[in-house]
C-alpha cells in the first residue's frame, strides 16, 4: 500500500539558509500534518492543512511557513535556519472523509542538519 | 493544553512482559495512541484505543486504559529484542486533531 512520502529525506544546510521539505500525502488522503522531532525529543506538533487551508497551528516559528497544493502535497518551507533547527521532520496524512476511524498515517521523516 | 508524561526508560529480560505507563492530563482526549520508534526511524502506530474503551488486545499487545485516573499502559507479551525502541504515549482530540505526545520511554531488552 502507498504510504507518505517526504523529501529529501536527509538534508544539510548552515545557518541562515533555507530551506524547503515537501511531503506527498497517501492518494486520497486530503489532510496533512506536520511535527518536528528534536534530538531526544518527542515529536512537536508544526501545523496542518485541510483542502489546502490550514486548519490548526502549533509551536511553528514565524520563520516557518507552509502551505497545501491543489494536489494535497504540501511544503514546509524554513528561512534563516538556526542550529535548533537541526531536527526529524515528519510528515503524516489523513483522509477526514474516512472518518473517526481513520487515524493519522507518517511518513519516514526528513532529517535537516543544520550547522 | 494536553500533557502526556511517560517514565523514561523501562529494561526488561527476553521473554518477559513489559508494560509501559503513560498518564496525560486532558480527559478530553478521545484518542490514546501507541507509537514505536527505532533508532534513526520513523513512527510506527502500534494501536490506538478510544476513550470509551477499558482495553483493548492485538496479538502480543494489551493496551489498558484507567480513564478516571487518566493512566494509560501498554503490555508487551514474550518481549523481544526486537522490541527494543522508543514507545510514545499520544492523544488527540479527535482522529482529525494534531497528536501530543508523550516524552517517550526507552525500552531495552537484556538476554
Known amino acids: 500500500a502507498a504510504g507518505v512520502i517526504q523529501s529529501p529525506r536527509h538534508l544539510i544546510k548552515e545557518k541562515r539558509e533555507t530551506a524547503t521539505l515537501k511531503c506527498y500525502p497517501i492518494p486520497r488522503h486530503d489532510t496533512v500534518y506536520w511535527y518536528q522531532q528534536g534530538p531526544g525529543q518527542d515529536p512537536q506538533f508544526l501545523i496542518s492543512?485541510?483542502?489546502?487551508?490550514?486548519?490548526d497551528k502549533g509551536s511553528i516559528p514565524d520563520r516557518f511557513s507552509a502551505q497545501q497544493f491543489s494536489d494535497y502535497h504540501s511544503e514546509l518551507n524554513m528561512s534563516s535556519l538556526e542550529l535548533g533547527d537541526s531536527a526529524l521532520y515528519f510528515c503524516?496524512?489523513?483522509?477526514?472523509?474516512?472518518?473517526?476511524?481513520?487515524?493519522?498515517?507518517f511518513g519516514p521523516g526528513t532529517r535537516l542538519l543544520v550547522l | 493544553g494536553e500533557d502526556v508524561e511517560q517514565s523514561l526508560f523501562l529494561s526488561v529480560r527476553e521473554g518477559d512482559s513489559s508494560v509501559i505507563n503513560c498518564t496525560y492530563t486532558d480527559s478530553s482526549s478521545t484518542y490514546l495512541y501507541w507509537y514505536k520508534q527505532e533508532p534513526g526511524a520513523g513512527l510506527q502506530l502500534l494501536t490506538y484505543i478510544f476513550s470509551n474503551m477499558d482495553m483493548k488486545q492485538d496479538q502480543r499487545l494489551t493496551v489498558l486504559l484507567n480513564k478516571k485516573d487518566k493512566h494509560l499502559s501498554l503490555r508487551i507479551a514474550d518481549t523481544q529484542t526486537g522490541d527494543s525502541a522508543i514507545y510514545f504515549c499520544?492523544?488527540?482530540?479527535?482522529?482529525?486533531?494534531?497528536?501530543?505526545f508523550g516524552s517517550g520511554t526507552r525500552l531495552s531488552i537484556r538476554p
Open positions: 499520544a492523544g488527540g482530540y479527535s482522529s482529525a486533531s494534531k497528536i501530543i
Open positions: 492543512f485541510y483542502e489546502k487551508m490550514q486548519s
Open positions: 503524516a496524512s489523513r483522509a477526514l472523509s474516512g472518518g473517526q476511524q481513520e487515524t493519522q498515517y
